[in-house]
């Protein structure tokens, strides 16, 4: 199967630690998309990228997150002091460029902040 | 503001139970809806993608229509393997197809 894959599916931490997820998208997919859900709550958008140019940023994306996509090929998202407020289930999903196409997602990386 | 409204927000049934699911939305320049299913600890499943007005789709028990202003999930005698949470969303114009979701209807079919 060459879905969208996520690493790690669960990441348990104490707040103020910094923590690192990563996505692998569907091989020939050039645009990756990173949400956050809540529990009870519809994906929100965070970030988008085009190959390894990175197009748009939500206002919920703190500077205390960032994002990368190297060589346009897998991407990271990297949260720095985590607070409580960032426990949530991080999901990737990615879609080849094109009106309308569908966005495949990965089983997410559900984040706990002690 | 781009909105997207889900309802209701949890739906019993028992098995064979036919029903529907709501998902409104308000956009500039509608491009598309679709609906994903979601089951606990994984992601979204992609179930349709609805292009425009009067359109619909089928899957197994499963029919999505699109109006102007809303789009239906119908479900035909549902069974207990068809519990999930079922979202909309619509890409946004002109901002690289990011999705608005609704907030989702969480659907648990009994035996």
């Known amino acids: 199967d060459t879905g969208v894959s996520q690493d790690p599916r669960h990441k348990i931490t104490k707040r103020g630690q910094n923590v690192t997820f990563r996505c692998d998208p569907i091989?020939?997919?050039?645009?990756l998309y990173w949400y956050r859900q809540t529990l009870g709550q519809g994906p929100e958008f965070l970030t988008y990228f085009q190959n390894e140019a990175q197009l748009e940023k939500s206002r919920l994306l703190s500077d205390r997150f960032s994002a990368e996509r190297p060589k346009g090929s897998f991407s990271t998202l990297e949260i720095q002091r985590t607070e409580q407020g960032d426990s949530a289930m991080y999901l990737c999903?990615?879609?080849?460029?094109?009106?309308?196409?569908?966005?495949?997602f990965g089983d997410g990386t559900r984040l706990s902040i002690l | 503001e781009d909105q997207v409204t889900q309802s209701p927000e949890a739906l019993r049934l028992q098995e064979g139970e036919s029903s529907s699911l709501n998902c409104s939305y308000t956009v500039s320049g509608l491009r598309g809806l679709f609906w994903y299913r979601q089951d606990p600890g994984k992601g979204p499943e992609f179930l349709f993608t609805l292009y425009s007005a009067g359109e619909e789709k089928e899957k197994e028990r499963l029919k999505a229509t699109l109006t102007k202003k809303e789009s239906f999930l119908h479900i035909t005698a549902p069974k207990p393997e068809d519990s999930a949470t079922y979202l909309c969303?619509?890409?946004?114009?002109?901002?690289?197809?990011?999705?608005?979701f609704g907030q989702g209807t969480e659907l648990s079919v009994k035996p």
């Open positions: 999903a990615s879609t080849l460029e094109g009106s309308n196409q569908p966005q495949h």
């Open positions: 969303a619509v890409p946004i114009y002109n901002q690289g197809g990011k999705l608005i």
């Open positions: 091989s020939e997919h050039n645009r």
